[in-house]
């Protein structure tokens, strides 16, 4: 009956498809970011790190009461735009965080090697930077989806009507009672996170322990 419940399966699709959305577009600023970060001067870098770390500290009802006055402020109406924007925003961190560790050890000299060789900077950057960065991307990227799907506050601020996702459909639907559709959901959603999270530990593992 989990399955044929059409409102589950809405909200389903709904918290997929913004969980690959926010993950790719916090992919993408995020490494942007981290790579302006590494190439920045360090105090300018010091401060710009510690700021990342804000939306990361903050309870997610903080976070989300702001990004809802913020698009209150602006005149964005709260719908799937506003949902996918609050998930890009406590995203990025994660993919910041996970990518500078990467770029820091990251060997300049064959870097600098290529460009001295004629590379182009783009060609440089994807030939050599890239591929030493991409399990940091990776990682960063499933963490955001894992954190997209199991995020219910900060969603259900920045929400409007019409647009569910399956954690603020499992609140609207423990109003009216417990259901065995609950407990399926519940137990899908904690088994999806947690294969995210073994995947993004056993990357991290690897990462660090390379076979030769």
């Known amino acids: ?45 010091k401060v710009f790190t510690s700021a990342t770390y804000l939306p990361m500290v903050n309870s997610d009802i ?10 209150s402020f602006l005149g964005v109406q709260l719908g799937f735009s506003t949902l996918l924007m609050s998930h890009v925003t406590f995203c990025i961190p994660y993919v910041i965080l996970s990518v500078l560790p990467k770029l820091y ?8 090697a290529a460009l001295d060789l004629g590379a182009t900077y783009a060609t440089a950057y994807r030939k050599i930077v890239l591929p030493e ?30 647009v569910q996702n399956l954690s603020i459909l499992i609140y609207t639907m423990t109003k009216r009672g417990i259901k065995p559709e609950i ?30």
């Open 183 to 212: 407990n399926a959901l519940s137990a899908l959603m904690f088994l999806v996170v947690l294969i995210l999270l073994f995947i993004t530990n056993l990357r991290q593992v690897k990462s660090k322990n390379p076979i030769d």
């Open 105 to 112: 050890h990251l060997n300049r000299h064959t870097f600098e």
């Open 1 to 45: 009956s989990l399955f044929q419940n059409q409102s589950i399966l809405s909200a389903l699709g709904t918290t997929m498809l913004i969980a690959v959305l926010a993950s790719l577009i916090a992919t993408i600023i995020g490494t942007l970011a981290a790579i302006a970060l590494y190439h920045s001067r360090p105090f300018t870098r």
């Open 62 to 71: 903080v976070t989300g009461v702001s990004l809802m006055l913020l698009f």
């Open 133 to 162: 960065i991409l399990p940091g991307i990776v990682t960063g990227m499933l963490i955001s989806v894992t954190l997209s799907i199991d995020d219910f506050m900060i969603s259900f601020f920045n929400t409007g009507q019409g």
